[in-house]
């Protein structure tokens, strides 16, 4: 089936540095991917959807300058988080549609997600 | 907003089956079911998804009631591997967005 691989599974850095996580649909093609951040003991909030050769679209309340996604390829989807602070530390976690519609419906694929402490 | 209502939490015995519920009552006549399940510090993993029959795959069955308004995910024989967070999600914005609702955390009980 369909995978989509996340690196790095976990990250810290120090406040002030930029950290970029990088998202990859493995045997398929995604024009789409999508870009969620989980807080603990919450659900997952979409933060974004990436598309590729395009600019991404944002959810509001999410700053597009402290968030910069890139979908260059077909495969490839990174997701920089610019001037990390320690509020951004979370679990970033990406999907991709594969395309293939099962049955005529758009099944998502997660990564296993990034998980991402700024001290 | 999610367009899904679920149960906060949920306990079934191992080796019983798990009926999950979920309303969805303002469905549209072309949008999907689908359900996700995470265990804890994973991504979500993909369960099974329906439109208006039953479906049924190797991990689950999906119940659709006929006026599409709920529908239950049942795991026929729960492990203590399925306690997780159990999600149920209609998308939006014509099926593009997967809006996450809190889900239902189970628990499985030895």
């Known amino acids: 089936g369909a995978v989509v691989s996340q690196h790095p599974s976990r990250v810290i850095c120090k406040s002030g540095t930029s950290v970029k996580i990088e998202c990859r649909s493995l045997d398929f093609q995604a024009t789409t991917m999508f870009w969620y951040r989980q807080f603990p003991k919450q659900s997952l909030m979409l933060m974004a959807t990436?598309?590729?050769?395009?600019?991404?679209?944002?959810e509001q309340g999410v700053e597009k300058d402290k968030f910069l996604i890139n979908h260059a390829s077909l495969t490839l989807s990174t997701l920089t988080v610019t001037s990390a602070h320690p509020e951004d530390s979370s679990f970033y976690i990406c999907?991709?549609?594969?395309?293939?519609?099962?049955?005529?419906?758009?099944?998502?694929?997660f990564g296993a997600g990034s998980r991402l402490t700024v001290l | 907003d999610a367009k899904t209502t679920q149960p906060t939490s949920m306990d079934c015995a191992e080796g019983r089956a798990a009926n999950l519920p979920c309303n969805h009552s303002t469905i549209s006549g072309n949008e999907y079911v689908y359900w996700y399940r995470q265990i804890h510090s994973q991504g979500p993993q993909y369960i099974i998804h329906?439109?208006?029959n039953n479906e049924t795959n190797e991990m689950a069955s999906l119940i659709i009631t006929e006026d599409r308004k709920s529908s239950t995910l049942i795991l026929p024989h729960a492990t203590l591997r399925d306690t997780a967070v159990y999600y149920c999600i209609v998308p939006d914005n014509y099926g593009q967005n997967f809006v996450f609702g809190p889900g239902t955390r189970l628990s499985v009980l030895p």
């Open positions: 329906g439109l208006k």
């Open positions: 999907s991709a549609r594969d395309g293939g519609f099962r049955s005529g419906a758009n099944v998502l694929t």
């Open positions: 990436s598309n590729e050769g395009s600019k991404a679209t944002y």
